[in-house]
């Protein structure tokens, strides 16, 4: 299964800073052992929410809201993409994972599973029924 | 399962290899190694769950393996001794002292261990053992499966698949198999046998042989995960990185590949919105470690397969796949592992790309004729090809004989159809 490992941002992150070398490094090696451990499959770090923004949607209408945006843990600062076994193998590994805002209080790393069509077996009847109904109609 | 013995099942799942290849390189005896292992984990089930998972799980383990193996030992001096009073002769590993493993274990703690792993995945898929001992012990030292999770995989007893282990660890002892890296001319034969048992794997779950459902995609995930902590184990390899890129665009397809009835769905007539772009991707980017790794020429199947896997990847829709690009590769292929059966696609491609008569023309080789005189697909694709040049009788008689020869009921309906409509 797979699993979405998502760092918080924090202030100190949202401000745009760049990590210190001591800290890229160690991410550097931890990344280093996902790879060899076979399960890392995708990996990126996100600029600070001033370079984002929101849409927000009511009825038909759509208000576009420009970064940055307050309540820094509520924010995304970077993701991974894991094949696991287990939510457990995942918090094992995470377990691991240098502090990604040493220094900070509410430097926090949230472990999310990736749904799979299968994990919903009347969305997969759907799935195959709309995939059906488009194959019949490119005949 | 509580919580804790969650927590153990997955320590043990990422330490498990690392611990059994430190604990073989001591032992040189993968099977007591992992039983060493095993004892460690018993250890940890028993106290943890009183005394709390430990600060550094892993360090926790080798400490208390390590014990283990001292233990073992002494134990084995003291049967020495009482043997040399009896008047029989000194073990050969007699010299092996406890305080050695104790200085190995310690000095090497921390070492990088690349090659005990890499000699841990080669003594596993060592050719003395059968194909089914290889894949469930590669399964279960490599990859940290447990017993019962191979059982489930593989629809067997998980009785079958312990005893599986047990023997195949039995007959490497017996064989004296050594716990190394092979080099030279022998690592060649040797790696293939490696890239075998994880591709058998993935084709369990890819095809699978055995079951109701017809693909297992937790065998493929485990798979994908060995061929990738190979290429890292392996980095220099080519064949490594083409079986990987070969499983991850194969693996992509998994979603997309069975229609609502079950039924298989085939590569050109699959959505390919339904493909998993993330692993297309990953593959593309594997197979281009193995092209920068082997020049045009030196190139093996694995690499090869991938590539022709990567041009139907390449294509974000059927009508966009570069035909004359499979042809070619399918030709250099069957330079690099001649087979029918490679020849039998390369026509199709080469039927693709410059139209009937050329795919025809290496269809009617007799000796492809002689090799694949029982193979449904042989005279189907004739059929075909026959049928598009307004040949209409003589496709018929072929999707006929196809039909005959084809050994799945749905595919011979399929055939007797397929001939009914030319009329």
């Known amino acids: 299964m797979r699993f979405m490992i998502i760092v918080k941002a924090t202030k100190e992150s949202e401000t745009g800073a760049n990590p210190s070398a001591e800290m890229l490094a160690k991410m550097g090696n931890f990344n280093e052992e996902l790879v060899k451990a076979g399960i890392m499959l995708d990996a990126a770090g996100l600029a600070s929410s001033s370079k984002g923004a929101r849409v927000r949607f009511s009825g038909a209408k759509r208000t576009v809201i420009d970064g940055p945006f307050t309540e820094a843990k509520e924010l995304v600062a970077g993701y991974w993409i894991w094949q696991c076994k287990s939510l457990a193998e995942a918090v094992e590994w995470v377990k691991r994972c240098p502090d990604p805002h040493p220094g900070s209080a509410d430097s926090e790393i949230e472990i999310r599973q990736i749904n799979d069509l299968s994990d919903f077996p009347e969305l997969v009847d759907e799935a195959r029924a709309i995939q059906g109904r488009l194959a019949a109609s490119t005949k | ?423």
């Open chain 2, 1 to 423: 399962m509580t919580d804790t013995a969650r927590t153990i099942e997955a320590i043990y799942r990422i330490e498990s290899p690392k611990l059994i290849a430190r604990l073989a390189r001591i032992t040189r005896d993968v099977g007591q190694a992992e039983e060493l292992a095993q004892d460690a984990l018993v250890t940890a089930l028993e106290r943890w769950p009183i005394e709390g998972v430990p600060d550094n799980p892993a360090a926790w383990l080798v400490q208390t393996a390590k014990h283990r193996a001292i233990d073992l030992i002494r134990r084995r001096q003291r049967f020495d001794k009482i043997g040399e009073q009896l008047g029989h002769e000194p073990r050969e590993n007699e010299t092996e002292t406890a305080e050695r493993v104790i200085d190995q274990l310690d000095d090497r703690l921390d070492d990088p261990i690349g090659d005990e792993l890499l000699g841990l995945v080669f003594v596993a898929c060592h050719p003395v053992l059968s194909n089914e001992a290889r894949v469930a012990l590669t399964l279960r030292l490599v990859g940290g499966l447990t017993v019962e999770e191979i059982a489930k995989a593989f629809l067997v007893p998980a009785p079958t698949i312990a005893q599986r282990i047990v023997r195949a660890k039995k007959q490497l002892a017996d064989a004296n198999v050594p716990f190394e890296v092979p080099r030279g001319d022998e690592l060649a034969v040797r790696l293939a046998s490696v890239l075998e048992v994880v591709y058998l794997i993935f084709n369990e779950g890819y095809a699978a042989s055995a079951g109701a459902e017809w693909t297992r995609p937790e065998l493929c995930d485990d798979a994908l995960r060995l061929g990738r902590v190979l290429a890292e184990l392996a980095p220099n390899e080519p064949e490594v990185h083409g079986l990987v890129a070969l499983m991850e665009i194969q693996a992509s397809r998994l979603a997309a590949r069975i229609a609502p009835d079950g039924t298989p769905i085939l590569l050109l007539d699959q959505n390919r919105a339904r493909w998993d772009w993330l692993l297309v991707r990953r593959g593309l980017a594997a197979l281009d470690r193995a092209f920068a790794l082997a020049p045009p020429g030196s190139r093996g199947p694995y690499v090869m397969q991938a590539a022709i896997a990567a041009c139907h990847g390449r294509a974000r829709e059927a009508s966009a796949t570069d035909w004359a690009r499979i042809a070619a590769l399918y030709g250099e292929l069957a330079a690099a592992a001649p087979s029918p059966i490679v020849e039998l696609n390369r026509a199709v491609a080469v039927g693709m790309a410059e139209g009937p008569a050329a795919a025809l023309a290496i269809l009617d080789n007799p000796a492809l004729q002689r090799a694949l005189a029982d193979y449904h697909l042989l005279p189907s694709v004739r059929g075909d090809a026959l049928a598009k040049l307004g040949r209409v009788a003589e496709a018929r008689a072929e999707l006929e004989r196809a039909a005959e020869l084809a050994t799945n009921a749905r595919e011979r309906d399929l055939l007797v159809e397929r001939a009914r409509r030319l009329g």
